[in-house]
Nanobody, 119 residues
């Protein structure tokens, strides 16, 4: 099994910054991708950013260059640097880690961390 521990959420004023971290531990043969999703009240969970094992990244259009995803393969950790935060960024942010083992992909979710952007 794979365990994910997220940290870094909290309350921040509009225009402020936060940095989320997600560390994976346990039975990890190879990580195929790591990413961040978010879910606001009454809305579906949506992709925020994702980083693939070749280093390529994907971002939601709504991020508009404000967030940066990065990974530390030695620590099995993914980060999300969030700048210029807006009230509409308020949501629970979930980490997703996709592992590759014997040709199979397995996905694991973190417990979620609350991000609230408010004055």
């Amino acid at each position: 099994q794979v365990q994910l521990v997220e940290s870094g959420g909290g309350l921040v004023q509009p225009g402020g910054s936060l940095r989320l971290s997600c560390r994976a531990s346990g039975r990890i043969v190879s990580i195929n991708a790591m990413g961040w999703y978010r879910q606001a009240p009454g809305k579906q969970r949506e992709l925020v950013a994702r980083i693939i094992r070749d280093g390529s990244t994907n971002y939601a259009d709504s991020i508009e260059g404000r967030f940066t995803i990065s990974g530390d393969t030695a620590k099995n950790t993914v980060y999300l640097q969030m700048n210029s935060l807006k009230p509409e960024d308020t949501a629970v942010y979930y980490c997703l880690v996709q592992t590759l083992e014997a040709g199979y992909l397995n996905s694991y979710w973190g417990q979620g961390t609350q991000v609230t952007v408010s004055s």
